[in-house]
């Protein structure tokens, strides 16, 4: 199907694997123009010379709201334009009590899991703006409606970040731009792989019984029992971003296999 987006410019966060990289791949088999970032480059740019399309690679701290100004600038420097912004930077954070945890360990993820989209669109949304067309998706997480106790710092800051970006579709729909939140659940990812890993240590189990057993005691809902995919998620953002999703704005798209109890949310 023809997401009706060639030639349109997107930037991806959190590029180097996992989500990012994957929705990468889709954008650029569309004929996309990408720009592709991270903390460091050097992942990236291996990547970026395997794509079918035109690519910039630009390292940037999501925390810093000067070097997201860069990033912006430097897609614009380039392209001329930004049409789509898709964020996937982000953290587990710190883990345990709630009430035990330090306030660092709240700012920690309060930074880079929701300010950084509110860095990310103060940077886009006048590109956007000026072309009266825009797509700006973030990476929510089944956390920000069912939360998980340990979890703390994670969740609340991506209920925030769901939050953020339901309110800037309000206002954003009519200067073109559509803004949706993806919320995934235990995709097999870098962050993924290291709680597995901790966890397989932990029980003193291998990698594969670690996930098992995260599965049958912690995701009851995910009756696939597998961690979904990568580009199961970048599909989903494709979609999002594309002319195919021109009625799509304010919402929250689950891609979680059912592990979200819940009818609603």
Not at 49 to 57: I, P, V
Not at 165 to 190: E, H
């Amino acid at each position: 199907m023809d997401l009706g987006i060639k030639d349109r410019v997107a930037i991806v966060t959190g590029a180097d694997g996992g989500m990012g990289l994957a929705t990468a791949k889709i954008l650029a088999g569309e004929g996309v123009k990408l720009v592709l970032s991270d903390k460091a480059t050097a992942g990236v740019e291996a990547e970026a010379a395997r794509l079918s399309t035109e690519t910039l690679c630009v390292a940037a701290d999501v925390t810093d709201q000067g070097a997201v100004d860069a990033l912006a600038r430097a897609a614009l420097d380039r392209f001329g334009r930004i049409d789509i912004v898709v964020h996937t930077s982000g953290i587990t954070g710190a883990k345990g009590d709630p009430l035990d945890l330090s306030d660092e360990d709240y700012r920690e993820a309060w930074d880079t899991d929701f300010f950084s989209a509110v860095r990310m669109a103060r940077a886009t949304f006048p590109a956007m703006r000026r072309g009266k067309w825009g797509r700006f998706v973030c990476i929510a997480s089944e956390n920000a409606v069912q939360p998980y106790w340990e979890e703390a710092t994670y969740n609340a800051a991506k209920a925030a970040l769901a939050a953020f970006v339901k309110n800037l579709s309000y206002r954003s729909a009519s200067d073109g731009i559509l803004c949706n939140t993806v919320s995934p659940a235990f995709i097999a990812t870098p962050m993924t792989d290291e709680m597995m890993g901790k966890r397989a240590e932990e029980k003193g189990v291998s990698f594969d019984e670690a996930i098992a057993s995260f599965l049958d005691e912690e995701r009851p809902g995910i009756a696939l029992k597998r961690r979904g995919r990568a580009e199961e998620v970048a599909a989903v953002i494709a979609l999002l971003v594309s002319e195919r999703a021109s009625f799509v704005n304010g919402a929250n798209y689950r891609v979680d296999a059912g592990s979200v109890l819940s009818v609603q949310n």
